[in-house]
C-alpha cells in the first residue's frame, strides 16, 4: 500500500527539549513539505523539498530544522528555540508540478508539558 | 505574500441543502486550485481540483473558478451530516508549493 506514514501520532515534549518527526512516503514522489496547523486556523509551511539533499524554508522556519537525505525520507526537528510548539503537524508530498495534489499523513500532535 | 482567504464559519445547514464553500486568492499567477476536506483531528484529504475557468462536477460537488475575480468555491449538494467537517482550500502557482486558507467549518444538521 502507498502512501505516507508520519510516527508518532502523539508526543510530549519537556521544556528545553529537541524533539523529531518522522515522515516517510513510499509514493516516489520528489516533493516533500512539513505542515504546522494550530486549532481553527490553516496549515502554514515550515519546511520543503522538492529533491533530494535540498530544502527551502517555508513561512515559519524558526525553530525547526529539516533533512532529506533519502528521496523517502523527510524528518522535522522542533527545537528548544521553538517557543510554543505545541501544534499538530501534517507532512505532505507531491509530485513537483503546477496540477498535482498533495497527499497527507494521519499527522503528529505535539504537546509541551 | 500569497494569500488565500476563506471564511472561517462556521456555516450551517440542513440536511439536504446545498452547501456554498468560498475562497479568494491574491497570487494572480496561480494556476490550479484544490479542496480538501479535513475532519476533527484527522489529516486532509482530496475532495477536487480544477484548473481551467468554469465548473466541474464530481457526483455531489462542483468546484467553480473566476480567475478574472480570483475566486474559487466548492458547492456541495444533497448535504449529509457526513460533510461536516472544515474545508480546506489551496492554491498553486508557479512555484509548486500549496498555500492553504485557513478552512471553512460545515456543519449539517438533520
Known amino acids: 500500500d502507498g502512501g505516507i506514514t508520519q510516527s508518532p501520532k502523539y508526543l510530549f515534549r519537556k521544556e528545553g527539549q529537541n524533539v523529531t518527526l518522522s515522515c516517510e512516503q513510499n509514493?516516489?514522489?520528489?516533493?516533500m513539505y512539513w505542515y504546522r496547523q494550530d486549532p481553527g486556523q490553516g496549515l502554514r509551511l515550515i519546511y520543503y523539498?522538492?529533491?533530494?539533499?535540498?530544502?527551502q524554508k517555508g513561512d515559519i522556519a524558526e525553530g525547526y530544522s529539516v533533512s532529506r537525505e533519502k528521496k523517502e525520507s523527510f524528518p522535522l526537528t522542533v527545537t528548544s528555540a521553538q517557543k510554543n510548539p505545541t501544534a499538530f503537524y501534517l507532512c505532505?508530498?507531491?509530485?513537483?508540478?503546477?496540477?498535482?495534489?498533495?497527499?497527507f499523513g494521519q499527522g503528529t500532535r505535539l504537546t509541551v508539558v | 505574500q500569497k494569500e488565500v482567504e476563506q471564511n472561517s464559519g462556521p456555516l450551517s445547514v440542513p440536511e439536504g441543502a446545498i452547501a456554498s464553500l468560498n475562497c479568494t486568492y491574491s497570487?494572480?499567477?496561480?494556476?490550479?486550485f484544490f479542496w480538501y476536506r479535513q475532519y476533527s483531528g484527522k489529516s486532509p484529504e482530496l475532495i477536487m481540483f480544477?484548473?481551467?475557468?468554469g465548473d466541474k462536477e464530481d457526483g455531489r460537488f462542483t468546484a467553480q473558478l473566476n480567475k478574472a475575480s480570483q475566486y474559487v468555491s466548492l458547492l456541495i449538494r444533497d448535504s449529509q451530516p457526513s460533510d461536516s467537517a472544515t474545508y480546506l482550500c489551496?492554491?498553486?502557482?508557479?512555484?509548486?508549493?500549496?498555500?492553504f486558507g485557513r478552512g471553512t467549518s460545515l456543519i449539517v444538521h438533520p
Open positions: 523539498s522538492q529533491i533530494v539533499n535540498d530544502f
Open positions: 497570487d494572480r499567477g496561480s494556476q490550479s
Open positions: 480544477i484548473y481551467s475557468n
Open positions: 489551496a492554491v498553486k502557482g508557479g512555484s509548486y508549493i500549496p498555500t
Open positions: 509514493l516516489n514522489h520528489d516533493a
Open positions: 505532505a508530498s507531491s509530485i513537483v508540478g503546477v496540477n498535482t495534489e498533495a497527499f
